[in-house]
């Protein structure tokens, strides 16, 4: 039937990592694919939930979020990332952050216009440029600390180029950039007028005293910023599909307007939740990141005993390793045998990267998931590593 589909859609393949998650469950396996928590959301949100379906806000709210939603949104941008922002008018809640990203490059970029990503990059990202008929410019982190090459950051800027894709903490390297990585990328974008369009879902979820810093609070960059997150990592709520983006009212006028015509509006209810969510103490921050701090260090050490060479992440909650040594074919080749004769579904490199041999010896691993999860992924991988010693 390729004959009806668009050159569009043709352009790129189905989702490996939600792939990667049906295979497990035929399998019967551990999923250490696709990122999402095993254990349930706080309480409180649930029940905020539920009082609002009871209270009927059950019909559609404003386009661009209810204003309770959009004010706790401001609330917490000025006290966690200190940047204050009007609810009013630079606030776009949309479906989840997926749809916050394609909302916001649909809202800026022309066809043909360039669009810079650091690679490897979370999937959504690659389809995302194609959607908007953009050229994407891959930029390589480079391992083990991935760091990207000064000289060809500034080399990829040019008159075409219209945005720039940031992740931090990054899915999947677990890197969360420096200030000073963060205002060289500023300063180009001051320079050549670019937009960063920032995801910073993971903002909560560091490591060894990695601070989370928003491009959006560096001098001149407020304006030039479209500010991404939602309530699906921080909260455990990745079913409740809520997001925003966060921008000027002159770019938040054209994201809305993109937003609208795509999804009119994210779950009404659950926008009402998540104001609660989002105005949750403090402390729950802090818990947050030291239960991941305690599953990020059991797996990373189940993986090394298991004969894997990792990459020590310093936020998310995904851990990229190499496989080269165990003499597969490719990194596809490697993860079906991992899930079909081991049980644990885990991502292939290549999905991360503009060019599939990038990722060739790289699997990703995620650990959003209870430790009897990951103690039942410890086991498999004993058997593995039996197998391959
Ligand atoms: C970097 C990154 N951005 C966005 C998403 C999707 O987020 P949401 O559920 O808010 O659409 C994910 C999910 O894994 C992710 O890793």
Redesign the pocket.
């Known amino acids: 039937m390729g004959e009806y589909s668009s050159n569009r859609a043709l352009r790129f393949t189905e989702s490996v990592i939600r792939e990667m998650t049906r295979v497990c469950l035929k399998h019967q396996g551990v999923n250490l694919a696709q990122?999402f928590p095993d254990f349930p959301a706080p309480a409180e949100i649930k029940e905020a939930a539920m009082e609002a379906i009871r209270a009927n806000l059950n019909q559609y709210a404003i386009t661009w979020g209810t204003p309770n939603l959009r004010q706790a949104i401001a609330e917490k941008f000025a006290w966690y990332n200190g940047v204050s922002i009007d609810p009013e008018t630079e606030v776009t809640v949309c479906c989840?952050?997926?749809e916050a990203m394609i909302s916001s490059l649909m809202a800026i970029v022309n066809p043909g216009e360039e669009v810079i990503v650091f690679e490897p990059f979370?999937e959504?990202y690659g389809p995302d440029t194609v959607l908007c008929d953009a050229k994407p410019q891959f930029i390589t982190l480079h391992e083990p600390d991935w760091r990207f090459d000064d000289q060809e950051l500034a080399r990829a800027f040019n008159k075409k180029t219209k945005a720039i894709v940031l992740?931090t903490p990054n899915?999947p390297t677990g890197k969360v950039f420096s200030r000073e990585e963060l205002q060289f990328i500023a300063d180009l974008c001051l320079k050549w007028g670019v937009v960063a369009v920032t995801?910073e879902?993971y903002e909560h979820i560091l490591y060894d005293g990695a601070k989370h810093i928003s491009i959006a609070s560096l001098p001149g960059m407020r304006d030039q910023t479209i500010t991404i997150n939602?309530i699906?990592k921080t909260y455990s709520l990745?079913g409740w599909?809520v997001?925003w983006a966060i921008a000027s009212g002159p770019l938040t006028a054209s994201i809305r307007k993109v937003h609208d015509f795509l999804t009119v509006g994210a779950p009404h209810p659950l926008q009402e939740a998540a104001a609660t969510a989002l105005r949750m103490d403090r402390s729950y921050y802090q818990t947050l990141a030291s239960e991941y701090l305690e599953r990020r260090n059991f797996l990373l050490q189940v993986l090394e005993e298991a004969g894997f060479r990792v990459y020590r992440p310093h936020g998310a909650y995904y851990i990229m390793t190499d496989v080269g040594h165990f003499g597969f074919s490719d990194d596809v080749a490697f993860a079906f045998h991992l899930v079909e004769k081991f049980g644990v579904a885990t991502v292939p490199g290549s999905s991360f990267y503009g060019l599939s041999s990038s990722g060739a010896t790289k699997i990703r691993f995620c650990f959003p998931k209870k430790i009897e999860t990951l103690q039942r992924a410890a086991e498999k991988l004993e058997n593995f590593k039996a197998k391959n010693s």
């Open positions: 990122g989840g952050s997926t979370y959504n992740n899915n995801d879902i939602s699906s990745t599909r997001g």
